[in-house]
């Protein structure tokens, strides 16, 4: 098992910035892709972005790519979203991922587990 805690959300001025973190613990964090999601009310689950197990691999989906960067500390077993420019549309509960695959993925069905999500407001 792994377990999941994302912290960092809040509210925040469009324009803004906002730094999510998600701590690991469980299993060997190394050995996990990571991913964050996001969802918007009444909305299905996004992909927003991914990291592979050592970090050298990163993909982020297209609508906040250029303002979202994702990153990984191994050894502190943390994984880290840094969202820059902040939009109304980016409002949303963000949930961290882990993956037993390599590399990178943006189906949630290729994540094992789930943090519990904390919430990103925008302002307009």
């Known amino acids: 098992q792994v377990q999941l805690v994302e912290s960092g959300g809040g509210l925040v001025q469009a324009g803004g910035s906002l730094r999510l973190s998600c701590a690991a613990s469980?299993?060997?964090?190394?050995?996990?892709?990571m991913g964050w999601f996001r969802q918007a009310p009444g909305k299905a689950r996004e992909f927003v972005a991914s990291i592979s197990r050592t970090g050298d691999t990163t993909y982020i989906e297209g609508s906040v790519q250029g303002r979202f960067t994702i990153s990984r500390d191994n050894a502190l077993n943390t994984v880290g979203l840094q969202m820059n420019s902040l939009k109304p549309e980016d409002t949303a509960v963000y949930y961290c991922a882990a993956g037993g695959f390599r590399r990178i993925a943006t189906r949630a069905q290729n994540y094992d587990y789930w943090g519990q999500g904390t919430q990103v407001t925008v302002s307009s």
């Open positions: 469980g299993r060997t964090f190394s050995n996990y892709a």
